[in-house]
Structure formats: structure tokens, C-alpha cells
């Protein structure tokens, strides 16, 4: 029951903004969406999970999500362990990370490294 519950909070808002092409505006314009595998490197297998709420190159759909692209590989290894071990007491994120091994997570914080930072976005007046 938790693994639905998470995917009905994550995965299904994540799949109609994919659905409805909704894009955050700190998105490079430039970048392109289908572009997000730097040369040589494939996509995690696990990174859908991660993509609902994230995005799949690291581009947080919602404000209160953390944007992971250009982060330190090594930074979102450790951050994925204490959530998983509880460290952070995050029980979506523990939730999340509970199946996944450290050699999935290391593909995981390497792909979301390899990512463009995000441009901060601009408030108008």
C-alpha cells in the first residue's frame, strides 16, 4: 500500500504534466526536453521514480520540489543513503529509495550531476 500511495502523490501528477506538456520556466529554452541523456550516458533504469517529482533531467515540476541537475554526484549518493537509512527523516523520499541499491543510486546521482543546472527563475513585478 505505501508504493501506491507514493505513486498516486508522485507519479501520477508527474505523468499528466508530462501529458499536458507542462514545462517549469526555468527550463533553458535552448536545452530541448528530448535531449537529456549527455553524449555517452543512458538514462537510469530507476529514473522514472525519480522523474515524477523531479523531472527527468532534473527540473522540479513543483516549487517545494528540490531541482537535482548539477548538483554534486557525490552529494546525491549521500543524500539518497540517509534518506534511505532514515538519516533524513524523509518518509516519501525513504519510501522511494527503499528498493534501490547503492549501485542503482550511483547511476542515479551521476545522471542528475551530468544535468544543466537550472536557471533560477525571474519574478516580474
Known amino acids: 500500500m505505501p508504493l501506491l ?14 501529458l499536458l506538456g507542462a514545462c517549469s520556466e526555468r527550463l533553458p529554452r ?8 549527455p553524449a555517452g550516458m543512458q538514462p537510469p533504469a ?5 522523474a515524477a517529482c523531479h523531472g527527468a533531467n532534473g527540473h ?8 537535482l541537475a548539477g548538483q554534486k554526484a557525490d552529494y ?4 539518497m543513503r540517509d ?3 532514515g538519516a533524513r527523516n524523509v518518509p516519501l523520499m525513504r519510501g522511494a529509495l527503499g528498493p534501490i541499491d547503492p549501485k542503482q543510486m550511483r ?8 544535468q544543466p543546472m537550472c536557471l533560477p527563475q525571474v519574478r516580474r513585478p
Open 5 to 18: 500511495r507514493l505513486f498516486l502523490i508522485c507519479a501520477v501528477p508527474g505523468l499528466l504534466m508530462l
Open 107 to 114: 547511476a542515479l546521482a551521476d545522471w542528475y550531476a551530468a
Open 83 to 85: 534518506y534511505q537509512s
Open 30 to 37: 535552448s536545452s530541448g526536453r528530448a535531449a537529456l541523456a
Open 46 to 50: 530507476q529514473l522514472g521514480l525519480c
Open 76 to 79: 546525491l549518493f549521500k543524500a
Open 60 to 67: 522540479a515540476r513543483q516549487p517545494d520540489i528540490p531541482d
